[in-house]
């Protein structure tokens, strides 16, 4: 189906042929009547549309919204109307938070009886619009293709982000010719500029989200719009000045696709450099400019950041770093920040930058590299990068022992001392949990981008399973390891039987110290006790997953890890490996976040 054919029958196969246009090869959904014609489109498609039914509808958003951080192409989940919804809404405000391009298709209670009380009746956008770049409804059916492909066009454009569309019954299942929507950012764009909505259809534009001639930056993908070279040139000028710069690189460098330039700025340029999000990986683990484990010693004695591809937020200190040295007063001087975005909404407000870019991150690595390597010519303290180096060395010398302890019960750095040993470069990675999750996040390093996925800034438990799903989906050949808190494993292992279902062995892991860690010790810190805290000690979560059709087993002794986890990895169907660890133990954090 290509530009310019003709579209007839039902609205579920104008939305499925304009879905398809963008790459859309699978259709996250749990089953309600209001959008039954989605199916019925994807199902008589040619070739047909895969269908992935899961038990929450929070999974489909989030194995929507996963396959989008995994493919960097968008993902589509479809929700029935009324709690279709709402219980996807945790997972929407995630893909908002983590910058991700999903589509959510909606039903909704049919126009011709609004207002009289219809079952599952309620106005969606209002409710989406907070954590949407729009969330709006389309109510004929002969404009329902070129809705579904705004929506794509929108969420893919940076700064990228979910776009919630609902389709009343009435225009749903309603039969419509029309013409195939024209693949026209712009035209859809400036129409909605010009008539402050989307066609006829009622649009909910939330605020730093405007289209294109508003505020909110929008930029088609694909389009170039590289940082100006003004402020290119500028961040290059205090690089050339800076003694002890880092680069810190985040999600949206690699979301953007500009992995493989900040690499090669960072090698050019010898920045030593800190990855959080999705940006871990893009220098490979052992990588010598990779200094995430010095990073409190980097940031503290650091004269310049630069931040790249993530927000300025608790993960990096509100953005505040340096303050090391002997000043009278006992503190140094605060570091000078630069922070790079991929679009101008991003760039942060609440702290002083000494300066700023926006825009397509390859070109501005690119032309990072080019303005600085002439420019950076040796005022940088030549001890710098060697003594971050040897910090991360003794970090690393320092873990040893813990990554192998025999203590028992189990310490929970010993599950990645064995995982660590088992996985291959291109291994998926997923955190869902507390503690057992931080610990991970620490100690396993990525050898590629694109091989981890955290919740992101959001901190949202439950996203496990959906995550676990698309990630199979989306790398059939690579190990999928999901790492789930016992507390976390609650929200989600239900769709385990989804991974049962379709075929999909995922490999879990679970830390299970019988409570909410994560809770249970800063609650204590704080009161003396805690409450609220405990949950069932060796509830057996593999047995869940046994009797949904997968397999597992119960691991109480460290010696029993890596046998249990390479049965695991063999099994060839989902399989749960549950590792009893120490409750007492807790994940050593400077912050909350709070
Ligand atoms: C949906 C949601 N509810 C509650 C929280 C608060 N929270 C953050 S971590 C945590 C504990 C997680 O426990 P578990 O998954 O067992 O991991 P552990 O810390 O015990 O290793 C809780 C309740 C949250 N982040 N998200
Ligand atoms: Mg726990």
Redesign the pocket.
């Given at each position: 189906m290509g530009e310019g054919e003709r579209l007839s029958g039902h609205g579920g196969v104008h939305a499925v042929a304009a879905a398809r246009r963008h790459g859309i090869t699978t259709m996250f959904t749990l089953s309600g009547g209001h959008v039954f014609p989605l199916y019925d489109g994807a199902v008589k498609a040619q070739p047909p549309m895969r269908l992935v039914d899961v038990r929450h509808e929070q999974t489909a958003v989030f194995a929507a919204e996963a396959t989008a951080r995994l493919t960097r192409t968008p993902g589509l989940a479809v929700l029935t109307a009324g709690p279709g919804v709402t219980n996807g809404m945790s997972a929407v405000a995630t893909a908002h938070f983590n910058g991700a391009p999903v589509v959510i298709l909606a039903g909704r209670a049919p126009d011709y009886r609004w207002g009289s009380g219809s079952l599952q009746e309620i106005d969606h956008p209002p409710l989406l619009a907070p954590v949407t770049k729009r969330a709006s409804t389309e109510h004929e059916t002969a404009k329902i293709a070129t809705a579904v492909d705004e929506a794509f066009w929108l969420a893919t454009a940076r700064h990228r982000g979910p776009v919630f569309l609902d389709i009343s019954l009435d225009a749903l299942y309603g039969q419509a010719e029309a013409a195939f929507p024209r693949a026209d950012f712009q035209a859809y764009t400036e129409r909605d500029a010009l008539a402050g909505g989307s066609g006829g259809a009622r649009s909910v534009v939330p605020p730093g989200h405007a289209l294109a001639g508003g505020s909110g930056g929008v930029v088609p993908p694909g389009q170039h719009s590289g940082a100006d070279p003004g402020s290119i040139s500028q961040i290059a000028g205090l690089l050339a000045e800076a003694r002890r710069p880092v680069l810190v690189l985040g999600s949206d460098v690699w979301l953007d696709g500009a992995d493989e330039a900040a690499r090669q700025a960072a090698e050019e340029l010898r920045l030593p450099v800190i990855t959080n999000g999705q940006g871990r990986g893009v220098l490979p683990a052992g990588h010598e400019l990779l200094v995430t484990r010095a990073r409190s010693v980097a940031f503290r004695e650091a004269d310049l950041v630069i931040v790249a591809g993530t927000p300025l937020d608790f993960r990096l200190g509100y953005g505040e770093f340096g303050g090391a040295g002997s000043g009278a007063g006992g503190e140094g001087p605060r570091a000078q920040v630069v922070h790079v975005a991929d679009a101008p909404g991003q760039v942060a407000r609440h702290c002083p930058l000494a300066g700023s870019a926006a825009g397509d991150l390859n070109a501005f690595f690119t032309g990072l590299a080019n303005a600085a390597s002439t420019a950076r010519a040796g005022t940088a303290d030549a001890a710098w990068l060697g003594r971050l180096q040897d910090t991360v060395k003794a970090a690393v010398a320092a873990d040893a022992e813990l990554l192998a302890s025999d203590a028992n019960p189990v310490h929970p750095l010993r599950v990645y001392g064995e995982l660590g040993r088992l996985l291959a470069d291109d291994a998926v990675v997923i955190g869902d949990?507390?503690?057992?999750v931080s610990y991970a996040g620490k100690y396993i390093e990525p050898k590629r981008p694109g091989g981890w996925l955290d919740p992101g800034p959001f901190g949202c438990l439950g996203t496990g399973l959906g995550y676990g799903i698309a990630a199979r989906i989306a790398r059939p050949s690579a190990q999928v390891v999901l790492l789930l808190?016992?507390?976390a494993a609650g929200f989600s292992l239900m769709d385990a039987d989804t991974l049962v279902r379709h075929g999909l062995p995922v490999v879990m892991v679970c830390?299970?110290?019988?409570?909410?860690?994560l809770e249970k010790h800063p609650m204590r810190f704080l009161y003396g006790y805690d409450v609220a805290a405990d949950?069932q000690p060796q509830c057996r979560y593999d047995e869940v997953v046994r009797a949904l059709g997968g397999a597992g087993e119960l691991v109480t002794e460290p010696g029993q890890i890596a046998p249990a986890l390479q049965r695991a990895f063999d099994a060839g169907v989902p399989y749960l490996v549950n590792v009893v660890t120490d409750p007492e133990i807790a994940y050593p954090r400077s912050t909350t976040g709070i």
């Amino acid at each position: 189906m290509g530009e310019g054919e003709r579209l007839s029958g039902h609205g579920g196969v104008h939305a499925v042929a304009a879905a398809r246009r963008h790459g859309i090869t699978t259709m996250f959904t749990l089953s309600g009547g209001h959008v039954f014609p989605l199916y019925d489109g994807a199902v008589k498609a040619q070739p047909p549309m895969r269908l992935v039914d899961v038990r929450h509808e929070q999974t489909a958003v989030f194995a929507a919204e996963a396959t989008a951080r995994l493919t960097r192409t968008p993902g589509l989940a479809v929700l029935t109307a009324g709690p279709g919804v709402t219980n996807g809404m945790s997972a929407v405000a995630t893909a908002h938070f983590n910058g991700a391009p999903v589509v959510i298709l909606a039903g909704r209670a049919p126009d011709y009886r609004w207002g009289s009380g219809s079952l599952q009746e309620i106005d969606h956008p209002p409710l989406l619009a907070p954590v949407t770049k729009r969330a709006s409804t389309e109510h004929e059916t002969a404009k329902i293709a070129t809705a579904v492909d705004e929506a794509f066009w929108l969420a893919t454009a940076r700064h990228r982000g979910p776009v919630f569309l609902d389709i009343s019954l009435d225009a749903l299942y309603g039969q419509a010719e029309a013409a195939f929507p024209r693949a026209d950012f712009q035209a859809y764009t400036e129409r909605d500029a010009l008539a402050g909505g989307s066609g006829g259809a009622r649009s909910v534009v939330p605020p730093g989200h405007a289209l294109a001639g508003g505020s909110g930056g929008v930029v088609p993908p694909g389009q170039h719009s590289g940082a100006d070279p003004g402020s290119i040139s500028q961040i290059a000028g205090l690089l050339a000045e800076a003694r002890r710069p880092v680069l810190v690189l985040g999600s949206d460098v690699w979301l953007d696709g500009a992995d493989e330039a900040a690499r090669q700025a960072a090698e050019e340029l010898r920045l030593p450099v800190i990855t959080n999000g999705q940006g871990r990986g893009v220098l490979p683990a052992g990588h010598e400019l990779l200094v995430t484990r010095a990073r409190s010693v980097a940031f503290r004695e650091a004269d310049l950041v630069i931040v790249a591809g993530t927000p300025l937020d608790f993960r990096l200190g509100y953005g505040e770093f340096g303050g090391a040295g002997s000043g009278a007063g006992g503190e140094g001087p605060r570091a000078q920040v630069v922070h790079v975005a991929d679009a101008p909404g991003q760039v942060a407000r609440h702290c002083p930058l000494a300066g700023s870019a926006a825009g397509d991150l390859n070109a501005f690595f690119t032309g990072l590299a080019n303005a600085a390597s002439t420019a950076r010519a040796g005022t940088a303290d030549a001890a710098w990068l060697g003594r971050l180096q040897d910090t991360v060395k003794a970090a690393v010398a320092a873990d040893a022992e813990l990554l192998a302890s025999d203590a028992n019960p189990v310490h929970p750095l010993r599950v990645y001392g064995e995982l660590g040993r088992l996985l291959a470069d291109d291994a998926v990675v997923i955190g869902d949990g507390g503690d057992f999750v931080s610990y991970a996040g620490k100690y396993i390093e990525p050898k590629r981008p694109g091989g981890w996925l955290d919740p992101g800034p959001f901190g949202c438990l439950g996203t496990g399973l959906g995550y676990g799903i698309a990630a199979r989906i989306a790398r059939p050949s690579a190990q999928v390891v999901l790492l789930l808190g016992d507390g976390a494993a609650g929200f989600s292992l239900m769709d385990a039987d989804t991974l049962v279902r379709h075929g999909l062995p995922v490999v879990m892991v679970c830390g299970n110290n019988g409570g909410w860690g994560l809770e249970k010790h800063p609650m204590r810190f704080l009161y003396g006790y805690d409450v609220a805290a405990d949950l069932q000690p060796q509830c057996r979560y593999d047995e869940v997953v046994r009797a949904l059709g997968g397999a597992g087993e119960l691991v109480t002794e460290p010696g029993q890890i890596a046998p249990a986890l390479q049965r695991a990895f063999d099994a060839g169907v989902p399989y749960l490996v549950n590792v009893v660890t120490d409750p007492e133990i807790a994940y050593p954090r400077s912050t909350t976040g709070i």
